[in-house]
């Protein structure tokens, strides 16, 4: 039998509302049950003064130190090198089975599970480099972690710039160079903005590849070859040992706000920047 | 005369197909070369060999020679950025660069390492100028180009051709898009600038290289049939082909 489109519309509309309805409601749940019983242990002196007693009382200080420190790190080694590669292979290699190899090689690194990063970290940065458990391999490690995301998510963004654009600047006696600085990045950054951006919140918010890399000191770190405590890992930590469910909380919610802050953010940079552009 | 281009037994091939069949002939300095034919013929592959933008394409080869001046420009030590500079492109679809007008102007030059304030502006007025837009942007150079209209953004990249200061011009269906008005004066422009320059334009309007063109050379299947005078070609073609083609029968 034959339904009527009027009915497979709503249908569809049915379906396909009712699955957006459902993921805001996940998000929404779980922002107000984290919120819920962390916002009350949160104030200022909870994000300004030291722990005590394992993280049974105090503050959180030191983990915010860590949480800024190591994502902040791994940021300003991951950038570059991921913006310079997806360059090179969008605009200085021809299509081709190395190219290729390539891609697929950064789809599969960036589908890796962080542990295992935290495992090749371990082993290479803390035992064979003799960095130990520091702020140096923990961000070295993220940095590993999240290379393969910028540098996708700035291929996408490089290869989403009109090729006319390309022409019209080589057309004009540009080297390869020239087009990539004046014309490219450009034209490029928003996309690459968000890759950054994506990959920001992702090592914020990494546990795995961090405890085993960059320890967990309740310190305040004074070199790049001190251990240091995330708040992702202070709140596995606390969680896991049963220490304190309270500030467990506490420190959950910070970290949620943390990475809502720098998201909003990273929309209200890039609007800015493409309202002045056009 | 002074010849500018020579082409010699120029073969060209995209994925091993051979879309350009040996070619044979000269392009006189100071004048404006037609070139019609219908799609498919070859014309603006041959266009793009003159400033070798089908590098940019893969899968290209070519065999035969392209002189530009005396110098083979496919000769593996021939500059291919200093090429550019002096063979200049106007592509079918108008490209203004996401850039303020004086800033699409000026992109050529600045290239090169000019960025005297006083030489830059001196340019992008006579170059507008010369591209028939300059009273029409005059009071709204640091506008973004893209918010010209179409036949404005076809002067625009003229004129950014123009600020070059190359030897040649090569346009690719410049008024494929643009309406008759912008159509003319892009043409009352090309007239004016062969006394500098050496122009070829492509053209799938077999009127408009009546209209412009000193010499038209027909392109069919990739191969060269015929090349003369605009005189000739249009009242005593010398192919059956040609009187077939400029007289609307096929294409």
Known sequence: MRIHPRYTQRGAVAVLGGATVLTLMILVFIIVFILEKGLPVINLKFLTSNPEDMGRAGGIFPTLIGTILLPLLAIIIATPLGIFTSVYLSEYTKENKVTRIIRFGTDCLAGIPSIIFGLFGYIFFVITLGFGWSILSGGLTLAVMILPTIIRTSEEAIRAVPKSYREVSFSLGATSWQTVKKVILPNALPGIVTGIMLSVGRSIGETAAVIFTAGSSLRIPDSLFDSTRTMAVHFYILAREGISAENAYGTAATLIIAVLMVNLSAYWLMNRFISKRS | ?251
């Open chain 2, 1 to 251: 005369m002074n010849i500018k281009f020579h082409i010699q037994d120029l073969n060209f091939y995209f994925n091993n197909e051979k879309v350009l069949k040996g070619i044979n002939f000269e392009i006189p300095a100071n004048k404006i070369l037609g070139i019609i034919g219908p799609s498919g013929s070859g014309k603006t592959t041959f266009l793009r060999a003159l400033n070798r933008m089908n590098d940019l394409e893969t899968g290209t080869r070519i065999e035969g020679k392209i002189l530009l001046d005396g110098e083979d420009i496919y000769n593996s030590d021939y500059d291919v950025v200093a090429l550019r500079k002096k063979v200049g492109m106007v592509f079918a679809m108008p490209v203004p660069l996401p850039m303020s007008i004086y800033e699409n102007v000026v992109y050529g030059p600045r290239l090169s390492g000019n960025n005297d304030k006083t030489r830059l502006d001196e340019l992008v007025e006579k170059s507008l100028t010369a591209a028939y837009l300059w009273d029409e942007v005059k009071d709204r150079l640091k506008t973004s180009g893209m918010r010209l209209s179409g036949g404005q953004q076809q002067r625009l990249c003229l004129a950014r051709v123009l600020a070059m200061e190359p030897e040649a011009i090569l346009l690719d269906e410049p008024s494929s898009g643009l309406d008759p008005i912008s159509t003319a004066k892009i043409e009352d422009a090309l007239t004016e600038l062969k006394k500098e320059y050496t122009i070829i334009l492509v053209t799938n309007n077999t009127k408009q290289a009546a209209r412009v063109a000193d010499n038209t050379a027909f392109f069919l299947m990739g191969e060269l049939i015929e090349i003369g005078s605009t005189g000739q070609i249009f009242t005593t073609p010398g192919k059956i082909e040609t009187n077939d083609y400029i007289t609307g029968r096929f294409g």
